[in-house]
C-alpha cells in the first residue's frame, strides 16, 4: 500500500515570505496527487491536482502554485505568502484509474505570522 | 456552492451507543461516496465507501447508507468506542474522463464519544 510523506510538519513563516512544501509517495506508481487546504474551522478545500509529471490543475486563483517534477513527488510553492495562507496542508494520492479512494499524508502546519 | 454539506459541526454520543453521522449531497452526478476520519494535527484516513449502485456498505462496527432519491447518507457506528472521537469528513465523487477522480468534502462533523 501507499505511504505518503510531507515535510516539514510544522512551519512559521512571515509574510511575504516564499514557502516551499514537498510530498513523496511511496508504494504506487503513476499515482494521482493532490494539494489540499485545512483552514481553521473548515472542511477540506481541493488547490491542486496532478495526473502526471509536469501536468498540474489548479482548482482555485490564489497566492500558491504547484509542481510535479517526478512521478511521485508534488511540492506546493509560494513566492510571498499572505497571511490567509495560513491552515493545514494535505497531500494526498490516488492510484490512477483503480479506484476513488485518495490517500493523505500526515500534513503540514503553516502559520503565517 | 457547498454541493456536500455535513449540517451538525458537532455530535456527542455516549461510549457503547449508536453515533449516526449525516451527509447530504447536491450534485446528481455523484456515484461514489467516501467517508473520512480525521484526528487533529494528522491526515485524515479513509473508513469506507459506497457505489451508487448500493444501498448499504457494512465494515465491522461501521456502516454506510445512501438514499439516492433523497441525496443523502450516513455512517453509523455501533458500538461507539472512545477511540471514535474526531471529525468525519463525508466526501463525494464522479468519474472524471481521464480517470482523474476529484473528491469534494463536506466541512466536517467533530464526533465525542462520551465515556
Redesign the interface.
Known amino acids: 500500500s501507499q505511504t505518503?510523506h510531507?515535510w516539514p510538519a510544522t512551519l512559521v513563516q512571515p509574510v511575504g515570505s516564499p514557502l516551499s512544501l514537498e510530498c513523496t509517495v511511496e508504494g504506487t506508481s503513476n499515482p494521482?496527487l493532490?494539494w489540499y487546504r485545512q483552514a481553521a474551522g473548515?472542511?477540506?478545500q481541493?488547490l491542486f491536482?496532478s495526473?502526471g509529471i509536469g501536468q498540474i490543475s489548479s482548482e482555485v486563483p490564489q497566492n500558491l502554485s504547484a509542481s510535479r517534477p517526478q512521478d511521485r513527488q508534488f511540492i506546493l510553492s509560494s513566492k510571498k505568502l499572505l497571511l490567509s495562507d495560513s491552515g493545514?496542508y494535505?497531500c494526498?494520492c490516488?492510484t490512477?484509474?483503480a479506484s476513488?479512494?485518495?490517500?493523505?499524508?500526515?500534513?503540514t502546519?503553516l502559520t503565517v505570522t | 456552492d457547498q454541493q456536500v454539506k455535513q449540517n451538525s459541526p458537532s455530535l456527542s454520543v455516549q461510549e457503547g451507543r449508536i453515533s449516526i453521522l449525516n451527509c447530504d449531497y447536491t450534485n446528481s452526478m455523484f456515484d461514489?461516496f467516501?467517508w473520512?476520519k480525521k484526528y487533529p494535527?494528522?491526515?485524515?484516513?479513509?473508513l469506507i465507501?459506497i457505489s451508487s449502485i448500493k444501498d448499504k456498505n457494512e465494515d465491522g462496527r461501521f456502516t454506510v447508507f445512501l438514499n439516492k432519491s433523497a441525496k443523502h447518507l450516513s455512517l453509523h457506528i455501533v458500538p461507539s468506542q472512545p477511540g471514535d472521537s474526531a471529525v468525519y469528513?463525508c466526501a463525494a465523487?464522479r468519474r472524471a474522463p481521464?480517470?482523474?477522480?476529484?473528491?469534494?468534502?463536506?466541512?466536517?462533523t467533530r464526533l465525542t464519544i462520551i465515556p
Open positions: 505518503i510531507q494521482n493532490y473548515r472542511g477540506l481541493l491536482y495526473v493545514f494535505l494526498a490516488q490512477s484509474g476513488y479512494e485518495q490517500y493523505f499524508g500526515p500534513g502546519r | 461514489y467516501l473520512y494535527a494528522e491526515g485524515p484516513t479513509f465507501s469528513f465523487s481521464f480517470g482523474n477522480e476529484k473528491l469534494t468534502f463536506g466541512t466536517g
